[in-house]
């Protein structure tokens, strides 16, 4: 390492320099030469030999700034030298192992310098000049090996780094290639008025869709690979650090760390025991880890007293179990920690569940009062284990602290618990100790039930934990404060134009300032809206399969009844469908396999079938075949019977469970109503206090139900059934009961149908009927014969179309309602303009457009309202208010036409002998004063009153009159006439069944009585 | 709002756009707006930009609209401004 200089970077700056003599030299020769030669050809030459210049001077610029860089360089690798130089004679090894990490890294800066500075053919010269690649390499090497610099697990994280590198690249490359699609189909013009506009929304959303989908994955990968990063990297470090820390005390760098991490649980240990206030620790400490056998009682038993007195200063209430009929284990605490098999002799009682409500101070004292028994060896077993080692106090501690993380879910969620109880259950659990002896001893382990230690309750707690979701979390976005320039809602209503709406900003140049709005109150309440969203999410995240399972197979069936809210239930739905989905998927793997098994053994038994059937295989030899034949064979019925059960598993938690609970889900979100009741407005907050009682209760039951305490079991039961009532209620109002509490309650199982709703199935069963009239108008009036034959098909529709109205409404699909409101809107405006421009009256309109006129605008109202009601958007009295000014409208409506049309009936009448008109003038006069006469004969083809009989012949006689009227009269009067009934008829029944309550049924009446009854008997 | 007019740069020159409709959203902390510099595309169609913008910053904010979400929401005010004008 003794040149420091790049002699080939030296040499062409030389030669350069040269170069550049040359050409000035020229320069002066051509000047001198100007006046001998053209002037054209001097400055010719001139421009070229300036050009030749310019460049050899620009090259020599540039290479005199790398030689300036290099000289940089130099005197960086010259201090290296003296470092080196500095590192060899250093005896002191704490000081050398410094110097080494300086070189390093002096070294890797030389390195990026180079290759940052210097172009790549100089820097490998400058490298093999200045020897800087050799540069104490053998120290260097050596370094690496003190600090622990394993090549392997750099290389590891630097191809980490780059994939996250190339992950990043794709990612933004994705996005470009987006953003062109985009902008494609922007310039393509999608949008125009709304069905344009619907057309454009699908296909963008469907990319959008998919776009992101992509890009979360390659997130999601990125993720991943930081996290490797992360991990790695700590690796290194706290390998480099144990290396050289264990160099200090002569052990190897494996048993640094393992008394590191000895010392970390150790901590832990002793914290518990400071919480414990039983003054300085630190000899109990050393005793618990390095126990001399004359102290382990003494200190055991001061414990033991301490947590005993502690105990007996509680105020114990009276029992509320005073005989148990069965058996609890021990001590509860043991119950959820325990291996099954462990049978726990202490008398000290503590209670199983955590308390929220009880200090902080109370959960680690109990926590650490099992951990320092588990510690302290059991008197009885004193001698077996006096001589704890190390190692079985890491393995104690070690199972400590993976039981106390995994109470933290049982300890997180449990709150406000009852003191009083748990003194109860205490005392309870006592007894059953004292009579563990008795000959009516049941075995505990014959009488433990599969069951969890808690349910879904506790694990939604958890999610919940401080968040308090609100009903409209997670919902569609909403707008308020719509304003609209008066120039361009004409422009709308004129409907010239169609549209392109484009949403990429274009270059702005100046804004109104009037845009400024305020609305920070409601950003607030947005943004902890979207954070809570956010919290539940992440938890949800995080939870284990057992806890997803749970929530999969239980709360599913409970959905509809604890009313959580749209937002939570969003968020458990998506978990749930990814579980579910994991779930089918690994199933199917195994299917995969197991079908992989059954080919391949048929193959080899038709290879061996052909051995078999061979003449010139010996006999012994076959004999072999056989063996092997029934070899392969065996297990096989089981390997079918497998495959059989893992299908139907796989299916049955795609059909009848995800989409069960999804379906559950949906039904809860529409609020449509199910038993028979329409609910109210979900709570807007959820009451987590409620919650958290419901999981302590929960946890209770589990408990009791596992290890067989009957009467346990019995009363958490009722206790928290009582409690489901209790938030129960329902509001009796003018138009009947409706479901208001924080609750829905019902003990029996029931399918959820939106038509068994009374409100929404009398709507759709009066539309029916008008379907059914309109129908028969058309192709008759009031053929007798015809009446039977209708009721029967009328009643196989009916079906139909209340399982279609079904599909529509619980669906929410928006697209159809939207468009259901559109062409409601369009047959009016087509309405008013058939009437104002008279065309109507003219007899222009075909009879089946004029019937539909008014047939499909009153039916197309009724519907919206009905539609608006089912989505909670308006309550049912106004629901009723507008049923009844749609019926005052077409009642207006019909009296208008017959009006109007009853003059020109007599221009008509005196050119046609046949018309009657003074019969036809009776006629409409009955149908405008009697309108419910269509009703009633709806009533009786349906069968449903016994009015069928009332209008049997008297309506038909006055109403008969009127098939003397030509077709399009005849049908513009009835089309009339019975939207007019069916109006009326809709608003008058559902005030008369609303006022008789009957929107209930006895399901939820026995909801009523057993909550009734649950809570005297409590009482 | 009638007679308001934000000032955009399009091909090199300087275009007022009439602007047609405002609304707010709570939940995604921001305002919207709909204006059209009355041009047509080359399908015949009249263009209206429609962009967001922080209803307290307001000046100078205006952004694409990116997130499906927001189509939606954007998608429902449309048809309700439609349907109100007829």
Do not use: W
Request: aromatic share 6%; with cysteine; charged share 35%.
């Amino acid at each position: 390492m003794e040149t420091y200089y790049n002699e080939q970077l030296l040499e062409i700056i030389k030669q350069e320099k040269e170069n550049l003599d040359k050409l000035y030299a020229r320069k002066n020769s051509l000047q001198q030469s100007r006046n001998v030669i053209l002037e054209e050809d001097y400055l010719a030459m001139e421009g070229r030999i300036n050009k030749e210049i310019e460049k050899v001077q620009s090259t020599l610029n540039e290479h005199q700034k790398i030689l300036s860089s290099i000289d940089l360089i130099n005197n960086d690798a010259k201090t290296i030298q003296k470092l080196v130089e500095l590192y060899e004679s250093e005896e002191d090894s704490q000081f050398k192992d410094i110097l080494s990490k300086e070189i390093i890294k002096r070294k890797d800066d030389i390195e990026e310098k180079i290759h940052q500075v210097i172009p790549e053919e100089f820097a490998r010269t400058l490298e093999d000049s200045i020897n800087i690649r050799n540069l104490g390499k053998e120290e260097v090497e050596k370094d690496s090996k003190i600090l622990g610099l394993e090549e392997e697990s750099r290389q590891y994280v630097e191809n980490l780094k780059k994939t996250r590198e190339n992950l990043e690249q794709s990612i933004i490359e994705m996005q470009k290639i987006f953003e062109e699609e985009r902008k494609e189909v922007e310039e393509q013009g999608p949008f125009s008025t709304m069905e344009d506009l619907d057309n454009f929304y699908a296909s963008y959303m469907q990319k959008k869709i998919e776009e992101n989908k992509r890009l979360e994955e390659l997130k999601k990968e990125k993720e991943k690979i930081e996290k490797y990063i992360s991990i790695n990297e700590k690796k290194v470090n706290d390998r480099s650090n144990a290396i050289i820390e264990s160099k200090k005390y002569n052990i190897s760098p494996d048993a640094y760390e393992e008394i590191v991490d000895r010392v970390n649980k150790r901590d832990e240990v002793e914290k518990y025991l400071q919480q414990l206030e039983l003054g300085d620790t630190s000899d109990k400490i050393q005793e618990i880890f390095n126990p001399p056998k004359e102290k382990m009682d003494e200190y055991r038993k001061k414990i033991k007293e301490y947590l005993l007195e502690k105990e007996e200063q509680k105020n114990i209430l009276p029992m509320a179990y005073e005989k148990p009929a069965s058996l609890m284990p021990v001590e509860q605490n043991s119950l959820q920690q325990a291996p099954k098999e462990e049978k726990v002799s202490s008398p000290i009682s503590i209670p199983s569940v955590e308390v929220e409500d009880a200090s902080s101070k109370k959960e680690e004292q109990e926590n650490t009062t099992d951990l320092v028994k588990e510690l302290i060896p059991q008197q009885e077993n004193v001698s077996e284990n006096k001589n704890i080692t190390l190692n079985n106090v890491d393995k104690l501690v070690d199972k400590k602290i993976n039981d106390i993380k995994e109470n933290d879910l049982v300890k997180e969620n449990s709150s406000s618990h009852n003191e009083e109880e748990l003194n109860n259950l205490n005392n309870n659990l006592e007894e059953k100790v004292e009579d563990n002896n008795t000959p009516n001893n049941l075995n505990i382990e014959e009488k433990k039930k599969p069951v969890g230690d808690y349910g879904y309750k506790t694990i939604i707690a958890k999610l919940v934990k401080g968040l308090k979701p609100e009903e409209k979390d997670g919902k569609r976005y909403r707008a308020s404060n719509i304003k609209v320039a008066e120039s361009f809602r004409q422009e709308l209503k004129s409907g010239n134009y169609l549209y392109n709406i484009v949403h990429v900003v274009p270059a702005i140049i100046k804004i109104p300032i009037n845009f400024i709005r305020k609305s920070i109150a409601k950003r607030t309440f947005s943004k902890k809206a979207k954070d809570r969203m956010k919290t539940i999410k992440e938890r949800l995240d995080q939870l284990p399969e057992k806890d997803v399972e749970i929530l999969f197979k239980e709360y599913s069936n409970h959905v509809e009844s604890e009313r959580y809210g749209s937002g939570l239930n969003m968020l458990i739905g998506e978990r749930v469908s990814k579980y579910v989905h994991d779930k089918v998927d690994g199933i199917n793997n195994r299917l995969k396999e197991k079908y992989d098994d059954v080919f391949k053994t048929v193959l080899e038994l038709d290879g061996i079938d052909e051995i078999l059937n061979d003449k010139e295989v010996s006999e012994e030899r076959k004999q072999e075949f056989k063996n092997h034949r029934l070899q392969i064979l065996n297990g096989k019925a089981n390997l079918v019977a497998s495959i059989r059960s893992d299908y139907n598993e796989a299916k049955s938690l795609l059909s009848s469970g995800l989409h069960g609970f999804e379906e559950n889900v949906r039904a809860t979100d529409s609020k449509m109503s199910y038993i028979g009741y329409r609910f109210a407005k979900t709570p807007k907050k959820l009451d987590t206090k409620l919650l958290n009682k419901e999981a302590e209760l929960e946890q209770k039951e589990r408990q009791a139900i596992k290890y067989g305490n009957d009467e346990m079991a019995l009363r958490a039961f009722v206790e928290a059934e009582t409690l489901m009532s209790k938030n129960t209620s329902f509001r009796n109002g003018i138009f009947g009961k409706r479901s208001t509490g924080k609750k829905y309650y019902s003990p029996l199982a029931e399918a959820l149908q939106y038509r068994n709703d009374p409100f929404v199935r009398d709507v759709f069963s009066t539309i029916a009927m008008f379907g059914a009239v309109n129908t028969m108008t058309h192709a008759g009036f009031f053929n007798a014969h015809k009446v039977q034959s209708e009721i029967d098909q009328m009643t196989v529709n009916n079906e139909k179309y209340f399982r279609d109205m079904s599909s529509t409404i619980t669906g929410k699909e928006n697209a159809i309602i939207e468009g259901m409101k559109a062409q409601h809107y369009l047959d009016s405006l087509n309405a008013g303009n058939i009437v104002g421009n008279n065309t109507y009256y003219g007899l222009k309109s075909s009879t089946q457009d004029v019937y539909n006129t008014f047939a499909n605008s009153t039916k197309d109202a009724i519907t919206e309202i009905t539609t608006k009601y089912a989505e909670n958007k308006i309550s049912q009295t106004v629901a009723l208010k507008e049923l009844a000014d749609i019926s005052s409208n077409s009642q207006q409506q019909l009296n208008d036409i017959i009006s109007h049309s009853f003059s020109n009936l007599t221009n008509y009448a005196s050119k046609h002998p046949n018309v009657d008109l003074a019969g036809v003038k009776e006629a409409m006069d009955y149908l405008s004063q009697h309108p419910n006469a269509i009703t009633d004969m709806n009533k009786a083809i349906a069968d449903i009153a016994d009015a069928g009989e009332k209008l049997s012949h008297s309506s038909l006689d006055k109403i008969g009159v009127l098939n003397q009227l030509p077709n399009s009269y005849r049908a513009a009067l009835f089309g009339a006439a019975t939207a007019t009934a069916l109006a009326m008829n809709v608003s008058d029944t559902m005030h008369k069944n609303a006022k008789k309550g009957k929107y209930g049924n006895e399901v939820t009446e026995l909801v009523n009585d057993y909550a009734e009854k649950a809570s005297h008997r409590k009482r | 709002m009638d007679n308001e007019k934000i000032i955009i740069q399009k091909n090199g020159k300087t275009v007022e756009c009439d602007i047609l409709f405002t609304f707010d959203s709570p939940d995604t902390e921001k305002s919207y707006v709909g204006y059209s510099d009355n041009s047509f595309g080359s399908n015949g169609r009249k263009n209206i930009y429609v962009s967001s913008y922080d209803p307290i910053l307001g000046l100078g904010t205006l952004e694409d609209i990116t997130d499906e979400k927001e189509l939606e929401m954007i998608h429902d005010v449309l048809i309700e401004i439609d349907k109100q004008s007829k």
